[in-house]
């Protein structure tokens, strides 16, 4: 299994420009998850999706944010215009109903100068 | 609502010394349990999961973790610590065995020293 891919690796921006973060799940995972880490609040829940709906999107900062999953292999997590204060490790997870808890990729971080 | 606390910031270790991470719990109902562990520059890799039954619970690495009701606290062991083992380690509960919903600690940083 390749676990849970994240794209791109890194990202350095400039404020104002539309920043887009890939994620495919581990595949038959039903659960997906959007997270934020930074070193002053630690790890943020931004949204989650259960078969492909969203479920909870009340740690979403603001309306500059937003996520969507088409389908059971890829969502994206996008910010729209980006700013400086979303300098972050965006991190996205999967799970399965059935148990074993979530499974992280490896990470993006993101840079807006 | 559910909270989790790890109240050690950083510990540090030295190579081959025993290992405890702390970790306390709020939770109304019945808690499925889990540590994680994010080296540098990684994503956070489950390390083990406590969802019910045996109260001692085995994982991978070499670690192991206690669940105590009666304390709130599902306390992350080791016997002996590796160099490899510096890293975050994160303290996590959630409300089903999917891990939907975790709610996770600060985190506990661990250095070791040769």
């Known amino acids: 299994d390749a676990g849970v891919i994240q794209s791109p690796r890194h990202e350095v921006t400039e404020m104002g420009q539309e920043v887009t973060l890939r994620c495919k799940p581990i595949s038959g995972h039903d659960y997906l998850f959007w997270y934020r880490q930074t070193m002053m609040r630690g790890l943020e829940l931004l949204i989650y999706?259960?078969?492909?709906?969203?479920?909870?999107d009340s740690g979403m900062p603001e309306d500059r944010f937003s996520a969507k999953m088409p389908n059971a292999s890829f969502s994206t997590l996008k910010i729209q215009p980006s700013e400086p204060r979303d300098s972050a490790v965006y991190f996205c997870?999967?799970?399965?109903?059935?148990?074993?808890?979530?499974?992280f990729g490896p990470g993006t971080r993101l840079t807006v100068l | 609502a559910q909270s989790v606390t790890q109240p050690d910031i950083h510990i540090t270790v030295s190579e081959g010394a025993s290992l405890e991470l702390r970790c306390n719990y709020s939770?109304?109902?019945?808690?499925?349990l889990f540590w994680y562990v994010q080296s540098p520059g990684q994503g956070l890799q489950l390390l083990l999961k406590y969802f019910s039954g045996d109260t001692l619970v085995q994982g991978i690495k070499g670690f192991e973790a206690e669940f105590k009701r009666s304390q709130s606290s599902f306390n992350l062991r080791k016997p002996s610590v590796h160099w490899s083992d510096a890293a975050e380690y994160f303290c996590?509960?959630?409300?089903?065995?999917?891990?939907?919903?975790?709610?996770f600690g600060g985190g506990t940083r661990l250095m070791v020293k040769p």
């Open positions: 997870a999967s799970s399965y109903r059935g148990g074993g808890g979530q499974f």
């Open positions: 996590a509960v959630g409300a089903s065995q999917a891990g939907n919903m975790l709610t």
């Open positions: 939770y109304g109902a019945t808690p499925y």
């Open positions: 999706f259960n078969n492909n709906v969203p479920i909870d």
